[in-house]
């Protein structure tokens, strides 16, 4: 199965250092062109599985914009320029939860969209996560940590009340790396 | 925990019928006020895991744009105007798959971009699926359909080899579904 092969590539969309959208005109195997197929290309982002002690995890309670709505979220950020994921990672769960881990598990690299790109989610459980200070993400958001238990976490998973595909997607990996072991 | 006040909303950028993007003034429950806050807009899709007789599932493998290569990923696609999100993960199944379902189970609604928005993804999972005809997608993209038992399924996403977050998403999601029961 062959690549697809890129002809040209333009910017339509400048919002730096958040964003730029563009298109490209490629050709297909079977020699089709498509011309102007969009592309997004937004920051990749780091986001955190918590497990504390007594199989409790963390959730930051919160508005979010793109939601309309406050819903619960895993811990998550934005990588700074030339921040290593696991180092995002890392110091996203010291801000907004003031919390560290003792173990870190790589949950692998995820394109948010495979048409458009629109930048990539690094997921990461954090075994044996304890408070060491108080949050401090310097973000204007309003937020709540909630820690409660894997088992209520997955039912308000659930109910409807992770309302961002990036908490769903890291939630239900971590599920499935707890389940099955490393 | 109040919502944020939407003061104006501009369009920067218009590419139909597949995205917007443009950027808003929002003012915060502290009265700190955003100006220029990012929105973008794209299709919102159905994508389905589908369950086969003998613990089976499929995947598609084929070229994605926006990942850069070849990837594993569940069947899915934009919805058309209009179209209820189970209908189109219906059409999806048998347009990509050539298969149809005697039970589906809705897994949720999420939203791409917690910050952005950026579209939904609305999964499904399939029980009793069967082949009923020849896959007939109508898209350009060349690709290949993987019967396969589950284990194996969820042993590729761990090896990296579904590069799509909602493919993650919804695979993590069904894994934690099926293990609940309803």
Known sequence: MKPWR????RVLLERPPWLTVGEQDVEL?????????????????????????????LLVRSFKLGVGAVSLSLPAGYLEDGEEPLAGAKRELLEETGHEATEWIALGRYVVDGNYGSGAMH????????????????????????????????????????????????????????????
């Open 123 to 182: 997921a990461f459980i954090a075994k044996g996560a304890r408070r060491v200070g108080e949050p401090n993400s310097g973000d204007h958001e309003e937020q709540e940590l909630l820690t409660l238990p894997f088992s209520e976490a997955i039912a308000k998973l659930r109910a409807g009340e992770m309302a961002q595909l990036s908490t769903a997607a890291a939630r239900g990996l971590a599920a499935i790396a707890l389940r099955e072991g490393r």
């Open 6 to 9: 890129i002809l040209a590539k």
């Open 29 to 57: 195997p079977d020699g089709t062109v498509l011309d102007g197929f969009n592309w997004i290309s937004t920051r990749a982002f780091a986001i955190v599985v918590p497990v504390l002690g007594g199989d409790r995890t």
